[in-house]
């Protein structure tokens, strides 16, 4: 199939991106690897960071100066103050479209507080904002005549003479290798928090497989070490309290019902503060019970649900919280237009490193990026597009493709796959989360490395290639792999402690060294060089110093 652009991805900026670049005239299609419904974007659920009503309580320039601010030190001034500029029109664009914001008797758009926020501008639709918005955008994609693929795996980008020819793609249905042909690229296929298997609000899905394939095409990546903690997920699963709960005015609370800090803080230190205080012995609770029943099923209706599948509820009981892995800053270095290192590709979205969240991204800000950033790289896919002609595509490469899958289909499993996952989500939980050292980081990388030497021994225990969902896991656990090496590596290399990247043994800030951004490539098929502008082989150096040790 032959296509002028393709997207990959549903959530908002992936839906934004092909809704721009089909409104251009486009051919278009948006590839997802399974229910478009189920991306990280419709679990989001908090609300969208926008600048209303001027004259009363907020300004733009707040927005921004909060933004920068929760940033720490680590942020492009120049594209919040566009994100922040563009907001309001984002809002205006979506009630048009027919999403259906909270409003009050007078027919005002409703705004909560979020954390990190010097106001309260989050507009939201109860607590199932994202879901709703990206059900509008699907349906304005479907009515323009937007191609959605769904149960579509991206594997990989072609090339021909260095230059965007296409995408190699798993169909699912029948685990089939095939190839699209397209003039321009939008990655937009989310972040890798999910690699925290079992202590992430993300599903498994989240592996980072299109940063993975950026980085194998030979583009860079930035700021992998920054994975941002939620402060309120469930202790049993990791699954989502929203915000919202905290916005509306939820309290945290220990077993003494004491309130032990301050709800509203940025994501960073709010989880630091909940982590030393279960390390301290004791458990912490959601109590919204306050609020009452007529705001708790009206503001919060997914947490109550959500509460009710335990058998808590929110009305009358507290809820036990712990922090779990969320959102992924870092990703595929992108320009101020979206552009990356590979002519004609271009990254949105939870997958790019945009730089508008720094060091620690403030809720409510990851929608509005999306949105935002999804639009841009929909119209500059769309004018690459229009200026040259398809590239032919390489079957040889292809054909590797084909043989990559036909070797995990194949031959006996020696592994757990299921296991395995789970098993590196604890160990970087436990190692590489919310507090690290070199040590911790170092133990996590080897571990890394140990799974590495026994990915050739995961091979599909079930043969069928109708909907294997085996074989899908297995390549996402291969990609997860390489995003846990350069995160970790990263973090090695990141010698302070910013925004929710905390280490024990550098505490503190270091503007002298590190008030940059990081870098990565993949120099070879086994090496990877991180720099923060002078480059550093770490992958390589770790390597030879684990030999010759």
Not at 75 to 96: D, Q
Not at 224 to 234: A, D, G, N, S, V
Not at 296 to 319: H, M
Request: charged share 20%; net charge neutral.
């Amino acid at each position: 199939m032959l296509y002028d652009v393709i997207v990959v991805g549903s959530g908002i900026s992936g839906l934004y991106a092909a809704l721009y670049a089909k409104k251009s005239g486009l051919n278009v299609a948006v590839l997802t690897k399974g229910n478009p419904f189920r991306s990280n974007s419709s679990v989001a659920s908090g609300g969208f960071n926008a600048v209303i009503n001027l004259a009363q309580y907020d300004s733009i320039q707040r927005h921004v100066d909060d933004t920068v601010k929760g940033s720490d030190g680590l942020s492009h001034i120049s594209k919040i103050e566009g994100m922040c500029k563009e907001a309001p029109h984002i809002i205006s664009e979506l009630k048009e479209m027919g999403v259906k914001f909270d409003e009050d008797e007078n027919g005002n758009l409703q705004q909560r507080p979020f954390g990190g926020g010097s106001a309260n501008r989050t507009c939201y639709i109860a607590d199932k904002t994202g879901a709703s918005i990206v059900q509008t955008l699907f349906l304005a994609c479907r009515n323009e005549g937007v191609h959605i693929l769904s149960n579509h795996k991206f594997l990989n980008i072609t090339k021909y003479k260095g230059e965007l020819s296409g995408v190699t793609v798993l169909r699912r249905h029948n685990s089939q290798v095939v190839a699209f042909a397209c003039k321009s690229l939008v990655l937009a296929g989310g972040g890798y928090a999910g690699i925290f298997r079992g202590y992430s609000t993300n599903s498994q899905e989240s592996s980072g497989d299109v940063i993975a394939a950026a980085l194998r095409a030979g583009m860079r990546l930035s700021n992998m070490e920054f994975i941002q903690f939620h402060p309120t997920t469930l202790v049993q699963s990791g699954a989502l309290v929203s915000e919202a709960a905290r916005g509306e005015g939820g309290h945290l609370i220990d077993e003494t019902g004491k309130r032990f800090t301050n709800e509203l803080m940025t994501r960073d230190k709010l989880s630091r503060e909940i982590v030393q205080h279960i390390l301290a012995g004791h458990k912490v609770y959601l109590d919204v019970r306050h609020l009452g029943k007529e705001v708790i099923e009206t503001k919060l209706p997914s947490a109550q649900k959500l509460a009710l599948g335990i058998d808590i509820d929110l009305v009358n009981e507290v809820l036990e919280i712990a922090p779990s892995a969320h959102y992924s800053i870092g990703g595929i270095w992108t320009r101020e237009d979206t552009s990356t290192d590979l002519s004609n590709v271009f990254a949105c979205g939870e997958c790019a490193a945009t730089g508008v969240h720094g060091a620690n991204r403030l809720g409510g800000n990851s929608l509005l990026e999306g949105a935002y950033f999804g639009r841009m790289a929909g119209l500059a896919a769309a004018r690459k597009a229009k200026t040259r002609e398809f590239q032919p595509i390489d079957y040889a490469y292809v054909q590797l493709e084909v043989r990559r899958v036909e070797l995990v289909l194949q031959g006996d499993s020696l592994y757990n796959i299921n296991s395995m996952r789970k098993s590196l989500g604890e160990h970087l939980f436990r190692n590489t989360g919310v507090f690290k050292d070199e040590n911790s980081l170092l133990d996590s990388l080897e571990y890394v490395y140990y799974l590495m030497e026994r990915q050739y021994g995961m091979h599909c225990i079930n043969k069928d290639l109708h909907n294997n969902v085996e074989l899908a896991s297995i390549l996402e656990f291969k990609n997860a792999l390489l995003i846990a090496e350069a995160m970790i590596l990263s973090a090695l290399e990141r010698k302070e402690s910013r925004g929710v990247h905390y280490r024990h043994d550098y505490p503190n800030k270091d503007d002298k060294n590190f008030s940059v951004d990081s870098f990565m490539v993949q120099i070879t098929n086994s090496y990877l060089k991180v720099s923060f502008g002078t480059p550093i082989y770490a992958g390589l150096w770790y390597k030879l110093k684990k030999i010759f040790s």
